[in-house]
């Protein structure tokens, strides 16, 4: 199966009653997936997350428990849902999203998050701010892509200035897991009073947890009573 081809453009399908509609190619395996990103098979066919896992971090758990290394290290996060797993083809998708400029993409993991649950007891979303001049490079923070659908589904707010970043970091993907968080300490800023509310903070894949284990912490520090994760997709372990 061809991963990523290129698009061969928008083509017509015609329904009676209706008139013309717009359909195009699934990204995945080319077929004619009328007016998704994806075919109905290869959405099917993505890593989903299998439960049960640890309430708090996401991580496979024997029946749902808290896992011991959130209960000997709670991190700052209070929760953390996460609808795939970081595994083929759904990482390519993610690269290509974040790294190809496939925006469509972000609006359609967007709303595969505000459909896999009921909305979250939040008042507020913040998407995991980029460095600017990671912005600047990239062109677009890939977590304010994917909050929009979100907010838009569950009627909540996005803050998209108040927290910012303001260490450029190296990459977290190029250090080993035990450096990330030194490498992230201190990295956000937070520039709102936050006190008694509860925040959703939104990014594409969580690995380690660090660098969102560290907004958390700034986002706590500045009064949130709670920080519930919400991302894409779960990196796991390769004994998991």
């Not at 990204?27 to 959405?43: E, N, P, R």
């Not at 991190?75 to 996460?82: C, I, K, Q």
């Not at 594409?204 to 920080?227: F, I, N, P, Q, Y």
């Amino acid at each position: 199966m061809p991963i990523l081809p290129q698009n061969k453009g928008f083509q017509t399908a015609s329904i009676p009653g209706v008139g013309t509609l717009l359909a195009q190619d699934c990204l995945l395996c080319a077929a004619t997936s009328d007016q998704d990103i994806l075919c109905s098979a290869c959405a099917a066919d993505l890593p989903r997350l299998q439960q049960p896992l640890c309430p708090r971090c996401a991580l496979p758990t024997a029946n749902g428990e808290i896992c011991g290394r959130c209960l000997s290290k709670p991190p700052n996060y209070d929760s953390t849902l996460a609808v795939y797993r970081y595994d083929f083809p759904l990482d390519k998708l993610v690269q290509s999203f974040k790294y190809g400029h496939r925006l469509a993409l972000g609006a359609y993991f967007g709303r595969q998050l505000a459909a896999s649950s009921t909305p979250i007891a939040a008042d507020v979303i913040i998407p995991l701010p980029l460095h600017p001049e990671r912005l600047r490079e990239r062109g677009f923070n890939q977590a304010l892509e994917l909050a929009r659908p979100v907010s838009k589904a569950w009627l909540l707010p996005i803050d998209a200035r108040s927290c910012s970043r303001s260490r450029d970091t190296p990459a977290q993907a190029d250090l080993p897991w035990r450096e990330r968080v030194k490498n992230i300490r201190g990295a956000f800023h937070c520039s709102a009073d936050f006190s008694g509310k509860r925040i959703i903070l939104v990014d594409d894949v969580m690995t380690t947890g660090s660098s969102l284990d560290e907004c958390a912490r700034t986002l706590k520090l500045h009064g949130a009573v709670e920080v519930s994760l919400l991302v894409v997709a779960r990196a796991l372990p390769k004994s998991a």
